[in-house]
């Protein structure tokens, strides 16, 4: 069976997708005026006092006019209101001069090297960011649109397989459908407020998840700027100046290129990840296989079986269904916040890696070293400590002392009765083992045999064997060596024996001292004790420390990576509206003021947690608010004025950002690919869209400082001007969502209803008949908007139907201005809808799960 010729729409099932078109304007910047834009120049210039006077001195034509302004007189800051007067290039010659001044600051010998740089960074940055924020205006539309799906029937779709049967042939045929998708575009993830995921439940088959994931394959692969906002698909236009936006425009047009172009690549590549396909051939993939029997049952002809897949034909509509006035703000770094706590991650991962001891054996000494840290003061003083000991605090370990130093050994020469006549004695030397002589010293006396003169030495000394009655040795002689005079027995070490020589000494009292110090190798021994212990130390404690390192990178990753959507794109918003606040209000803005915060701690206040406001009372007293309320008028305003859901953010590369931060943001990588676009991002250009209604006021803010006042100012600029048509204009054509319970005789219309009018007709006070080409799909009670916008002079108008006499004439309640149109160029007339103005509408196909059997069809007809 084929579907009927007419299939019906299911509007009930309509999928939405809101869009969204963005202008810029181009309109001539006003010298006098952008208050906004200057106060920012002021505040980031951080002009000092001393500075001021300098300059005065030098300047006094330039600075004395703006001294209340550059360093007001008291602490609180100037107001906004007091900028728009100041001519531009006023300010222009004041950044020069201030970096002029700081730059020979800078490079006087005196000057703190670091901290004149810096502030001449600041003095340049500051200047140029004045000539990049006034250069270009900022004011801009954005069209609200959205992109309505809406399944509109079934139809057959191209020949997938045929089977060929002869009479009487009967096969066996496999009918396999299969859909190989793609991550990167098939994997779609929808959050909601409850955070479940539901990939792989979404059929890739559906229009509208498809369009969503083309949209976002479009945005990884943009060079030029990655879009995020309340607003999921964005498109710009050519610059212009102010005109209408209706179906005829050129942002229509552009919006309508986009749109079918993002729907029917959507479309495509639904249709390329599903397939059917009648064979035996295992696929990769999801599959469905079901086996049929084929016969032919005709004994004289063949028979063809033709299968053909069943398309899902869906009407898709491109609605504009609202108009808002926008500014545009640059901000470098909108992630600096985010990037911390990768920062703290590269440096984490920088600790890693192999144990490395570059301790030298010989730097274990016992020796006391300049440099070593000092003890505390002590009463008496603390000696330092010993360089070992200092490398063993170090890295906490446990070290054996060295050999301690012995007190000098002393050995009585024992002999006996002497011998009259010569006599030899040897006498042991018992040194502890792990040293050595360093020298020996003989002392005492002795004396020969009565008539006798006595000789005495040491063999290998240079002691003299010198006759002697008698022969005494004062402490501290030191015995020499015979061969070269050093010191004798110089190194030995363990048992070592003298041979000491009597000639005709009949008594001796004589005591050899043997001073000793540790081995070479028992000091060395003692270095690789201490080294190992040091090495094994270290290496435990290092060994610990990665353990605890590699915890606290996991432990950061996960807190980095498992993350929600929407806690994600929660957090992206909030970095943009702090930004943009600190754009605004100045980088200084007090939110909480330095006095509030003193006393807070002086309180005792937990303000690394914010729990200051815990208990029944307020806090501290009143008038420590006094800075904060300075604000209160200007946070208020610039949270109601703007549409918060729909600000729109241009993500650009890593390139602009500091060059010496390129290679850290190319790095950054997270699994969410709008958050790893949002990390790298090195600026971002925020378009700001203002709520309706607050047009006018927001450009008295930033073009005159003052703070929610819709009423024109004495000389309005060509801002205002277009900021109260771009209210005017939205009023007309988009009259809105209509009130929940209207009442039984409210006109409620879902589409707009579009005619032209070739005729002239004039103002008028009283009813008047306009000509048109179809009066068909008007409504009697209904608003109608009739003519153009072509510029800020224009003669469009919003009048009342109050007749429809025939199907080519509408009777409206009067006109207010003058419509000439013509058989070549006529005048429109609109009658709005709920749903906006309907400005494209076309077909796109999606595969279904469906198969169309046919036999022996006229495949001369088939595509």
């Known amino acids: 069976m084929f579907p009927p010729a007419t299939a019906p729409v299911l509007d009930q099932s309509t999928r939405e997708i809101e869009k969204a078109t963005f202008v810029p304007l181009d309109v001539e910047t006003p010298s006098v005026g952008q208050a906004l834009a200057k106060a920012a120049f002021v505040r980031r210039l951080q002009l000092r006092p001393d500075e001021a006077d300098a300059l005065g001195d030098q300047r006094p034509e330039l600075i004395e006019p703006l001294r209340d302004l550059l360093t007001p007189p008291s602490l609180s800051p100037a107001p906004l ?6 001519p531009m290039h006023t300010l222009r010659e004041l950044g020069e001069a201030v970096v ?8 006087e010998p005196q000057a703190t090297r670091g901290t004149a740089l810096q502030a001449l960074q600041t003095a340049v940055v ?5 000539e990049a924020n006034t250069a270009a205006p900022r004011m801009g539309l954005m069209n609200l649109e959205r992109l309505e799906m809406t399944p509109a029937g079934i139809e057959r779709g191209e020949l997938v397989a045929t089977i060929p049967l002869a009479p009487q042939e009967e096969t066996a045929v496999t009918y396999k459908e299969w859909s190989v998708q793609k991550k990167e575009f098939s994997s779609i993830v929808t959050d909601s407020l409850e955070t479940f995921s539901e990939t792989g439940v979404t059929d890739n088959t559906e229009l509208s998840q498809s369009t969503a994931s083309q949209q976002q394959h479009s945005n990884q692969f943009n060079i030029t700027g990655t879009v995020s906002g309340g607003i999921p698909v964005i498109s710009g236009s050519v610059t212009s100046g102010f005109t209408g936006q209706d179906a005829a425009s050129q942002s229509a047009t552009d919006s309508r290129k986009h749109a079918t172009t993002l729907t029917q690549k959507a479309s495509t590549r639904a249709r390329q990840e599903h397939k059917v396909t009648i064979s035996t051939t295992t696929v990769t993939g999801t599959s469905q296989t079901t086996t049929r029997t084929l016969r032919n049952p005709s004994t004289t002809n063949p028979i063809r079986i033709d299968y053909f897949s069943l398309m899902r034909k869906w009407r898709v509509r491109l609605y504009r269904y609202g108009m808002r006035q926008t500014y545009d703000v640059v901000l470098p770094e909108p992630a600096a916040t985010m990037r911390r706590a990768y920062a703290e991650l590269e440096a984490l991962k920088a600790q890693l890696g192999p144990f490395v001891f570059n301790i030298p054996h010989n730097d274990v000494t016992a020796e006391v070293r300049k440099g070593d840290p000092e003890p505390p003061e002590t009463d008496p003083p603390t000696p330092k400590s010993p360089h070992y000991l200092v490398l063993a605090d170090q890295y906490d370990a446990q070290v054996p002392p060295p050999p301690p130093d012995l007190p000098p050994q002393t050995y009585a020469v024992e002999t006996g009765p002497l011998p009259q006549g010569r006599g030899v004695t040897r006498m042991p030397l018992n040194i502890p083992a792990g040293y050595e002589i360093v020298s020996i010293t003989i ?29 005494v040795f004062e402490p501290g002689t030191v015995l020499k060596r015979d061969t070269d005079g050093g010191d004798f027995m110089a190194g030995a070490g363990g048992t070592s024996v003298l041979v000491l020589v009597f000639d005709q000494v009949s008594t001796q009292s004589l005591l050899l001292t043997a001073e000793v110090r540790p081995t070479r190798a028992a000091m060395q021994r003692w270095q690789f004790d201490v080294w190992n212990a040091l090495y094994t130390a270290a290496q435990t404690n290092y060994y610990a420390e990665q353990q605890d390192i590699a915890g606290r990178i996991a432990a950061l990753e996960a807190r980095l990576g498992d993350v929600d959507t929407l806690t994600l794109r929660r957090e992206e918003s909030d970095e943009i509206m702090k930004s943009v606040l600190r754009y605004l209000l100045g980088g200084r803005f007090p939110s909480m003021p330095k006095d509030v915060l003193d006393a807070f701690v002086a309180a005792k206040v937990d303000v690394a947690h914010g729990t200051g406001f815990e208990g029944d009372t307020i806090g501290p007293d009143s008038t420590l608010w006094t800075t904060v309320r300075q604000y209160e008028d200007v946070v ?10 729909n600000v729109v953010s241009f993500l650009y590369s890593y390139f602009w950002d500091l060059p010496q931060s390129w290679r850290f943001i190319r790095e950054i990588e997270h699994p969410d690919a709008n958050r790893q676009a949002f990390l790298r991002a090195g600026s971002a250009r925020v378009v700001l869209t203002i709520r309706r209604g607050w047009e006018t006021r927001w450009v008295n803010f930033v073009e005159n400082g003052v703070i929610d006042d819709p009423n024109a100012p004495e000389n309005p600029s060509q801002y205002w001007t277009i900021a109260q048509e771009i209210a005017a204009y939205d009023d007309r054509n988009y009259p809105g969502i209509p009130p929940a319970n209207p009442g039984r005789t409210a006109t409620r219309l879902e589409d707009a209803v579009f005619t032209t009018s070739a005729a002239s007709v004039g103002p008028s006070a009283r009813p008047v008949s306009i000509p048109v080409a179809s009066s068909s799909g ?21 009048q009342t139907v109050t007749r429809i006499p025939d199907g080519t004439h509408l009777e409206v309640a009067r006109l207010d201005q003058a419509h000439t149109g013509s058989p070549t160029a006529p005048f429109p007339v609109m009658q709005p809808g709920e749903k906006g103005e309907l400005i494209a509408e076309w077909a796109e196909y999606t595969p279904t799960s469906g198969t169309d059997i046919a036999v022996t069809s006229n495949l001369s007809a088939i595509s």
């Open 81 to 86: 209101s007091a900028f728009a007067a100041v």
């Open 100 to 107: 002029a001044l700081r730059r020979r600051r800078a490079e």
């Open 126 to 130: 500051a200047a140029k960011g004045l």
């Open 443 to 471: 002392s005492g006396r002795m004396t020969s045999f009565a008539g006798h003169l006595g000789q005495f030495t040491i063999e290998g000394t240079t002691l003299p064997f010198d006759p002697f009655p008698e022969r």
């Open 636 to 645: 208020r305003f610039v949270n109601q004025a703007i549409e918060w859901e």
């Open 778 to 798: 008007f409504v009697v009670g209904a608003q109608v908007v009739i003519g153009a916008v072509h510029g800020l002079e224009h003669s469009q108008e919003a």
